[in-house]
């Protein structure tokens, strides 16, 4: 596929970095906040890939885990004190900008219907991360636990849904939420509309020549595991059961599970490595107005 991008000339990069340099001091810091919240998840996500490509392939060390854990697992590794401050800082970041981006729209979506559903889900992203910045910083604190993996916290989320009239109906929507995100990140991983949101003007050949590549296999390997843990949960509320109800970690161990189990494991952990590099790019070179 030909490449629309090109290098911006020099003029132009010049008024680009003029424009940049003359934002407002807030709207500086509001860029800067979700470039760190990009970088961070990219490491959280990059991490969970590692561990699962490890355990596919064999390596001591190796685990299946999901966002929370992955957190953890970074605790215990060299500086992992000071690996954790950087992760709460830039994800109370990426929640600003979440935050932002629903509530006062600077990429101008609109109104109108499919805006708004994007902007609700905006918002909900930011509530999941502002989650997972609340368990690190009490992870900093000393006082927050082992994670449970992500099945289990799924199970009991979702048995405390079910108590109520309406908690089946609500965990089948959940499902039926996460599986329409899930089309919507295969439709971007197809479309490489990403590709638009990014300065491709500042990235070098090697850069420019893999970003599209490496990011919609990433964005793939995320939008099926999505799609997974969305049929858990339409699962569990068919049948009534919140055990059948799983998270990040037991999607990628129900692939485990599956003949050549290593083989889809490994490809999965290797695109979660690859969506990390996609959030990477979305930190350097997204186009970032507040």
């Not at 695109?271 to 350097?284: E, K, P, Q, S, T």
Request: charged share 15%; aromatic share 12%; proline share 3%.
């Amino acid at each position: 596929m030909a490449r629309s991008s090109s290098y911006l000339p020099d003029s132009a990069e010049r008024a680009v970095r003029a424009a940049r340099s003359s934002k407002p001091e807030a709207s500086r810091a509001i860029e800067y906040a979700a470039r760190a919240g990009y970088f961070v998840k990219g490491f959280i996500y990059a991490t969970i890939g590692v561990l699962a490509a490890m355990t596919a392939l064999g390596f001591a060390g190796g685990r299946i885990v999901g966002t929370r854990s992955a957190v953890e697992t970074l605790r215990s590794q060299p500086f992992g004190q000071a690996i954790l401050w950087a992760v709460a800082i830039g994800l109370t970041g990426y929640v600003v900008w979440r935050v932002v981006q629903a509530f006062a729209d600077p990429e101008h979506r609109g109104s109108d219907f499919k805006a708004m559903v994007q902007r609700v889900g905006l918002a909900i992203s930011g509530l999941v991360y502002a989650a997972l910045a609340v368990f690190t910083v009490r992870l900093l604190a000393g006082n927050g636990g082992q994670a449970a993996g992500g099945g289990d916290e799924s199970q009991r989320s979702t048995a405390m849904l079910m108590q109520y009239e309406w908690g089946v109906w609500l965990v089948g929507l959940i499902g039926l939420s996460m599986i329409g995100v899930a089309l919507y990140q295969a439709y971007r991983a197809y479309s490489i509309e990403f590709e638009k949101d990014w300065r491709t003007g500042e990235m070098g050949p090697i850069v420019l020549h893999w970003s599209v590549p490496l990011s919609r296999f990433g964005i793939a390997a995320r939008a099926v595991a999505f799609a997974l843990i969305g049929w858990f949960f339409l699962r569990a509320a068919i049948q009534a059961d919140p055990s059948e109800a799983r998270g990040l970690d037991g999607a990628l161990r129900s692939f485990y599970d599956e003949p050549w189990g290593e083989v889809w494991l490994a490809t999965v952990g290797i695109g979660f490595v690859c969506y990390g590099i996609y959030c990477a790019l979305n930190g350097r070179f997204k186009r970032i107005n507040p």
